[in-house]
């Protein structure tokens, strides 16, 4: 066995290893858009972090529903809710902005791999063009 059907099979296994694992994912992603992508997930993670912070807020609710029914009458129900939005941006914006370094990171990674990938299938066909001239 020659050196370029060694060196060919060595790209064809690592080939086909990215396309059974991370390939799969790295192509799902980058069929979009990069601003699609990261916007779309963006949007997920903002309504995963409505949700999240509503079941948190309905749990201490229900905790203290004692202790809110004695204080209803004397707390500043205005300056309540004012700070429970505030909480909310806070949160969700967190959120938002985690969301979104975090899939422009991935969405530039699988952008890579492909690349990587595709000039492997160049690599690779330039070692057959050699084995059939040579």
């Given at each position: 066995m020659s050196t370029i059907d060694g060196d060919r099979v060595m790209l064809m296994?690592?080939?086909a290893s990215f396309e059974e694992n991370e390939g799969k994912e790295a192509i799902r992603i980058c069929n979009y858009f990069r601003s699609d992508y990261v916007t779309l997930?963006?949007?997920?993670?903002?309504?995963?972090?409505?949700?999240?912070?509503?079941?948190?807020?309905?749990?201490?609710?229900?905790?203290?529903?004692?202790?809110?029914?004695?204080?209803i009458y004397t707390m500043d129900?205005?300056?309540?809710?004012?700070?429970l939005i505030t909480a909310y941006v806070i949160f969700a914006g967190a959120f938002g902005i985690i969301a979104y370094v975090v899939y422009s990171f991935r969405y530039d990674k699988a952008k890579k791999?492909?690349?990587?990938?595709?000039y492997a299938l160049r690599e690779l066909l330039n070692i057959q063009e050699v084995d059939i001239d040579g």
């Amino acid at each position: 066995m020659s050196t370029i059907d060694g060196d060919r099979v060595m790209l064809m296994t690592r080939m086909a290893s990215f396309e059974e694992n991370e390939g799969k994912e790295a192509i799902r992603i980058c069929n979009y858009f990069r601003s699609d992508y990261v916007t779309l997930n963006v949007v997920r993670s903002i309504v995963s972090a409505t949700v999240s912070y509503g079941l948190v807020l309905g749990l201490y609710i229900y905790y203290n529903i004692d202790q809110l029914l004695q204080d209803i009458y004397t707390m500043d129900l205005i300056e309540t809710g004012r700070r429970l939005i505030t909480a909310y941006v806070i949160f969700a914006g967190a959120f938002g902005i985690i969301a979104y370094v975090v899939y422009s990171f991935r969405y530039d990674k699988a952008k890579k791999q492909l690349k990587d990938y595709n000039y492997a299938l160049r690599e690779l066909l330039n070692i057959q063009e050699v084995d059939i001239d040579g």
